[in-house]
């Protein structure tokens, strides 16, 4: 049976990639055939995409760095590209709804998710085809762990989101604000799952790693937000473990305490980043992900923005935040992995059930 998945799998963002990957590769796993990923590409994702290859800052350190970085951004880019090139399969190229509705892929059934595919701030307004309205059938539409982003939703919105989630088979959202969103707007309850990545095991994940060169432990530094708070923590850390720091940077600004700046690099040596990592210090809900999936210790500072999916998925887990760096903490870590690993384990299965059902596997 064919399935045919919708999400921002073409953006340079490796939650974003991965996250396609993993719901990408369940599904095919039990389909027993390769899901589609249907590569529409949303105009002003797309826009905001390109604009991030520059150094867009207010910090003029950044912007330096940025500009003398540029071509290992691009080099980045590249590996993005290929990343897609070589794990997904993809139907005709979309760039506008109107095509998308002319021009249909052909499917059993549809998934729309995961990611933030239904917060309107990012995409500039509701956005149709990330509600599958190009498929008249409602039974051949699912979402799966589908995200607004945001707790609210402005209500001049209300009408045109219900009008789509009306018409689906059944609904999974990735936040428990989801499915609030979901209840007051159409006043039916949707499923809370868990993001795709969780849906693939560590041995899974490591069948891509992409590892880094040296082979010294280190501190891994991941942020989508710039933090001073979490360079601070790094710091620390540094000192307690006395061992070198890198980090994943978007325009390679390199701190004083850092050793070495990972920027030509696509979702492979990001996975393979995490996986050799002796710790991590991230603000990112991707970052908090990996660092979980391959059982590390780590470091939370949720960001400012967007960052109910973080808080939602430490309820699920039953996680709290380190809030002082002690010896104690850092050398021995702060939660039981294995309840963790039990709890990933049975949202995984809840997931897959979910799928099952609604695909009619």
């Known amino acids: 049976m064919k399935t045919g998945i919708i999400t921002f799998h073409f953006v340079n963002n490796f939650g974003g990639a991965l996250q396609a990957y993993a719901l990408s590769e369940i599904v095919s796993d039990l389909n027993k055939e390769k899901a589609m990923i249907i590569d529409y590409r949303n105009s002003f994702i797309r826009f905001t995409d ?62 729309c998710g995961s990611d933030q595919i239904w917060n309107p701030v990012i995409t500039l307004g509701v956005c149709s085809p990330y509600y599958l309205d190009f498929i008249k059938d409602s039974n051949k539409k699912i979402s799966y762990a589908a995200s607004f982003g945001i707790t609210k939703i402005n209500k001049k919105h209300w ?53 880094p060169i040296s082979k010294e432990p280190y501190i891994l530094v991941y942020m989508m937000q710039n933090n001073e708070k979490i360079y601070e923590y790094a710091r620390k850390i540094k000192e307690i473990l006395n061992i070198k720091v890198v980090a994943i940077s978007r325009y390679g600004l390199k701190e004083d305490f850092i050793d070495e700046i990972y920027i030509d690099i696509g979702p492979r040596e990001f996975v393979g980043l995490f996986q050799n990592a002796s710790y991590i210090c991230t603000n990112s809900f991707h970052g908090l992900a ?58 995984r299965e ?9 695909l009619e596997l």
């Open 50 to 111: 390109f604009v991030r290859i520059f150094p867009i800052s207010t910090n003029v350190r950044e912007v330096i760095a940025g500009m003398l970085t540029f071509r290992q951004r691009i080099g980045r880019v590249k590996k993005f590209k290929k990343f897609g090139e070589d794990y997904f399969k993809t139907s005709m190229l979309y760039t506008s709804k109107n095509k998308l509705e002319k021009y249909p892929p052909t499917c059993n059934k549809f998934i």
């Open 350 to 358: 809840k997931a897959i059930s979910f799928l099952k059902e609604n």
């Open 290 to 347: 990996f660092s979980l999936i391959f059982e590390k210790k780590f470091f939370l500072l949720p960001s400012t923005r967007f960052n109910s999916r973080i808080e939602n998925l430490l309820e699920v887990l039953k996680l709290e935040l380190i809030k002082d760096i002690t010896k104690d903490t850092i050398e021995n870590g702060t939660y039981n992995k294995e309840v963790v690993r039990k709890i990933i384990s049975k949202e």
């Open 159 to 211: 009408e045109i989101i219900a009008k789509y989630l009306k018409q689906f088979r059944a609904i999974s959202v990735r936040e428990k604000e989801g499915m609030n969103i979901v209840k007051e707007i159409i006043g039916k309850n949707a499923e809370c799952l868990i993001d795709p990545t969780f849906l693939l095991s560590k041995e899974q994940w490591l069948k891509i790693a992409e590892y």
